[in-house]
């Protein structure tokens, strides 16, 4: 009988997602930090018999500039192996022949360039930081407002992150404040949302049962993943607290101090 | 048998609560303008037999300041007549030895000049516009998620307003932002919380059923009224929109088209 917990469920995997924040690396200064053994671990799994794919949420910069700061801090990946949700979102937007009215990063615009913006009948938003100012949060409010049947995307729906200065707020925070204000629920694009996640198992050609996901967000990677039918394990870096192994919900298939110990155990159980 | 409806209620009525902006003036340049026949409605209410308070979810401005405006506009009322949010948050606090991190208008700021806001172990928001920056709510955020027992007051829980430039986001938006952001539910003072409109009738001295509220919000003023045991009646002016006449869940126990018509048909009953 096949071990289907953690780590034995790994003899059986035909492919990993890794998340990259908090995962591969940490913020910092410029680029930010490598978490020790991260580098390795990745090369360890492409030089595997496993398939990778990155599944981000990361919604700063537009893919290209986003993989060569990777590449800089020192991974080996492609950018056709990364999944953050932008692209995810100008594919749904094109296949509903939506508009966007866009409240994301200048960085990330290039991603949109593609898109006909003109007369919105949709509003993205992404986490955007300073430019949450009351006019750009109200300008969403009265596109949104102003529509027969207002769509809103969010690109994911985080409450907040640790950032060098301390905690800032993130995507989710204006998402409900634009649902409460148009009284309507967004679409999330990105994880925890099953449809991003079966995007990437599309891409690699695999079944929710044979991919395992690693990430640092207990509910948005691991209760995402597993959602999705897929393994979930924590990495003990990044945004992990001790309390997410107590979660109410939410219960990891196993735990790991980071993902070069995730990576090391996957690997020993296939030999 | 007593009439209990509307306007056959007015026979026995003791006191009137008036909602102000929608009701007594709406917006336009400067302090904007008086509805017509309002002033002389407030005017013969104060002549009548009945008790007369202005409740409003005004945060803008101190009182006094506000009511100063109201006096140009030409209406007759004392501040101790006017109850507005703020110094029943400044109530609360003070029961509850609370010290605020203030978001609201800097116009507001006075009517919290004797409040201890050193340390603070509470946040307070209330309409900011402008001020509602992404900086400023980060700032609120972090107070509060480093609170042991977070606790935030929102000075109503509006989702927009009409303003001459086009409608504008309200305080509620960024109660739901810092509610989601924090994982906690605010504590909302003034309209339609039972609390607050209790302390109206307290003032008066009277029981709800002894009181008509009159408003141009459907949800806020008859809602709240109705909830506290009051009749409340919809003018069809401020905010009204047609469809109030048909919502789901409040009914209102009568419209009229403005505050004259409503003074006269309660004047008339008690003839």
Same mark, same amino acid.
């Given at each position: 009988?096949?071990?289907?917990?953690?780590p034995?469920?790994?003899?059986?995997?035909?492919?990993?997602?890794?998340?990259?924040?908090?995962?591969?690396y940490?913020?910092?200064?410029?680029? %930010?930090?490598?978490?020790?053994?991260?580098i390795?671990?990745?090369?360890?799994?492409?030089?595997?018999?496993l398939?990778?794919r990155?599944c981000?949420?990361?919604?700063?910069?537009?893919?290209?500039?986003?993989?060569?700061?990777?590449?800089?801090?020192?991974?080996?990946?492609?950018?056709?192996?990364?999944?953050?949700?932008?692209p *995810?979102?100008v594919?749904?937007?094109?296949?509903?022949? =939506?508009?966007?009215? =866009?409240?994301?990063y200048?960085?990330?615009?290039p991603?949109?360039?593609?898109?006909?913006?003109?007369?919105?009948?949709?509003?993205?938003?992404?986490d955007?930081?300073?430019?949450?100012?009351?006019?750009?949060?109200?300008?969403?409010?009265?596109?949104?407002?102003?529509?027969?049947?207002?769509?809103l995307?969010?690109? %994911?729906q985080?409450r907040?992150?640790?950032?060098?200065?301390?905690?800032?707020?993130?995507?989710?925070?204006?998402?409900?404040?634009?649902?409460?204000?148009?009284?309507?629920? *967004?679409?999330?694009?990105?994880?925890?949302?099953?449809?991003?996640?079966?995007?990437?198992?599309?891409?690699?050609?695999?079944?929710?049962?044979?991919v395992?996901?690693?990430?640092?967000?207990?509910?948005?990677?691991?209760?995402?993943a597993?959602?999705?039918?897929?393994?979930?394990?924590?990495?003990?870096?990044g945004?992990f607290?001790?309390?997410?192994?107590r979660?109410?919900?939410?219960?990891?298939?196993g735990?790991?101090?980071?993902? *070069?110990?995730?990576?090391?155990?996957?690997?020993?159980?296939?030999?």
């Amino acid at each position: 009988m096949a071990d289907t917990g953690w780590p034995g469920c790994a003899r059986s995997l035909k492919g990993v997602i890794l998340d990259m924040f908090g995962v591969l690396y940490e913020g910092g200064e410029g680029d %930010g930090v490598a978490i020790p053994g991260s580098i390795e671990a990745v090369k360890k799994l492409k030089e595997s018999d496993l398939q990778l794919r990155f599944c981000t949420n990361e919604t700063q910069a537009a893919r290209e500039a986003f993989v060569a700061k990777l590449h800089r801090l020192g991974f080996d990946m492609s950018v056709s192996e990364v999944f953050p949700p932008a692209p *995810a979102a100008v594919a749904v937007l094109k296949e509903r022949g =939506l508009r966007p009215h =866009l409240l994301v990063y200048d960085a990330l615009l290039p991603e949109f360039d593609g898109v006909d913006k003109n007369n919105p009948n949709c509003v993205v938003i992404g986490d955007a930081a300073e430019k949450f100012s009351y006019q750009n949060l109200n300008e969403a409010f009265r596109v949104l407002i102003d529509l027969e049947k207002p769509v809103l995307f969010s690109l %994911g729906q985080g409450r907040y992150y640790n950032d060098p200065d301390g905690l800032k707020l993130d995507v989710g925070v204006y998402m409900k404040a634009l649902e409460y204000a148009c009284d309507l629920k *967004a679409e999330v694009i990105g994880k925890p949302s099953s449809t991003f996640f079966q995007s990437v198992l599309n891409d690699m050609g695999l079944q929710p049962h044979e991919v395992l996901m690693i990430g640092d967000d207990l509910v948005n990677d691991v209760g995402g993943a597993q959602h999705c039918g897929m393994k979930g394990v924590q990495v003990r870096t990044g945004k992990f607290r001790p309390s997410d192994e107590r979660h109410p919900t939410v219960t990891a298939d196993g735990y790991v101090d980071d993902l *070069a110990q995730a990576v090391d155990m996957i690997l020993s159980q296939r030999r």
